[in-house]
């Protein structure tokens, strides 16, 4: 059995996008953050579970991101916790987004945030609403996986 690595450099994860979305395109976008948001961010300061991705005149932002400012904060900067922030994508990637929201009737949920070298970024994917009956579909699925190998261990 093979056990997943423990990622060192992941700051938050939306654990609840997997349970209520069937995720199909993945993106990696940079974030546009202040020099309070980065400081915050490596505190360990971050969620990401309410977070919802929208494209307004060809640029992509994310709203719902609480980063909680420290309390060594600077007196002179107005710290907004969950603030819109832009994503940075390539225009193409943008217009991806922008077919699947239109015209498949898809929504953007992001998954997790994390450090690549010394850059935040954030893992967002195209995604379709599961309904109730898909959920409890993956429920049965899931137990059953774990039934099948607590049998195959005795």
Not at 117 to 141: F, M, P, S, T
Request: proline share 1%; charged share 30%.
């Amino acid at each position: 059995m093979k056990k997943k690595q423990n990622n060192n450099n992941t700051i938050a994860r939306n654990k609840k996008a997997r349970h209520d979305y069937h995720l199909t395109s993945k993106f990696e976008a940079g974030l546009e953050l202040q020099g309070w948001e980065v400081k915050s961010i490596r505190a360990g300061k971050a969620n990401i579970t309410d977070a919802y991705v929208y494209v307004n005149n060809g640029e992509a932002f994310v709203t719902n991101i609480r980063i909680q400012p420290l309390s060594e904060a600077s007196s002179h900067v107005i710290c907004d916790p969950t603030r819109t922030r832009k994503l940075l994508l390539n225009k193409r990637e943008i217009e991806e987004l922008m077919g699947g929201l239109d015209r498949q009737g898809l929504t953007i949920v992001a998954t997790a945030m994390y450090w690549k070298a010394c850059w935040v970024k954030l893992e967002i994917y195209l995604a379709r609403g599961k309904q109730d009956h898909d959920k409890r579909n993956d429920i049965k699925d899931r137990e059953w996986s774990r039934q099948k190998e607590r049998l195959m261990k005795h």
